[in-house]
C-alpha cells in the first residue's frame, strides 16, 4: 500500500541504517551461524559442547533479530502527521496521538515514540533518526527537538478547533 503523498512533501527523519540492518543483518548472522553448523555436521569430533554452542548461537542471533526488528524501516515527516513504514507496510500517524518522544542511547542512538493509542505497528514506536556524523554520544538530537516542537503545536490547534 503506497502512500499519495508525493516525495517531494515528505521530508525523512529516520536514518537508512535500519532498513539495512533489518535487512543485511539477519542473512550475515544466520550465514555465519550455517557456516559453524556445516563444519561442526561434518567435523570428526562431535562432542556435548560443539552442540551447546550451536543451541547458544541460535538463540543469540534469534534474541538480536528480535531486539532489530523493533526498530521501524522508515519514518517521514509530513506536515503534522508521520508516515510510518515496516516491511512496506505504511500508516499515517497524526502529531496529536503521540504521547511522548524520548530519545535512548542504549544499544545505539534510538528515538521511541510513545503513541496515545495502538497503530498498526504497536503503541511503542522506535526508530534510528537521521542525524549527521558527530562525535559526542551526548549531543542533542536535533529531529527530537523538532518533533516536540511539532507535536505541542499540532495539540495546541486540535484544542483550539
Known amino acids: 500500500m503506497k502512500s499519495t503523498v508525493s516525495v517531494g512533501e515528505r521530508r525523512r ?11 543485511i543483518f539477519p542473512l550475515v548472522w544466520f550465514g555465519v551461524w550455517s557456516v ?11 562432542q556435548n559442547t560443539g552442540w551447546l554452542m550451536l543451541v547458544v548461537l541460535f538463540v543469540v542471533g534469534m534474541l538480536a533479530q528480535f531486539a532489530i526488528n523493533r526498530l521501524t524501516e522508515e519514518v517521514f515527516l509530513v506536515d503534522d ?6 516491511a512496506g507496510t505504511e500508516e499515517f500517524v497524526s502529531l496529536t496521538r503521540i504521547d511522548s518522544v524520548e530519545v535512548v542511547n542504549g544499544e545505539g542512538l534510538s528515538v521511541v515514540l510513545q503513541l496515545c ?12 533518526p537521521a542525524t549527521g556524523f558527530f562525535f559526542n554520544p551526548f549531543k542533542e538530537v536535533p529531529v527530537v527537538d523538532e518533533l516536540r516542537v511539532r507535536i505541542a503545536a499540532a495539540k495546541a490547534r486540535a484544542t483550539s478547533i
Open 81 to 86: 502527521s508521520l508516515i510510518l513504514v515496516q
Open 13 to 23: 527523519i529516520s536514518s537508512g541504517i535500519s532498513l539495512l540492518i533489518n535487512k
Open 36 to 46: 559453524f553448523f556445516v563444519f561442526f555436521i561434518f567435523s570428526a569430533e562431535k
Open 117 to 128: 493509542d495502538v497503530s498498526k505497528f504497536g503503541q511503542r514506536i522506535e526508530f534510528v
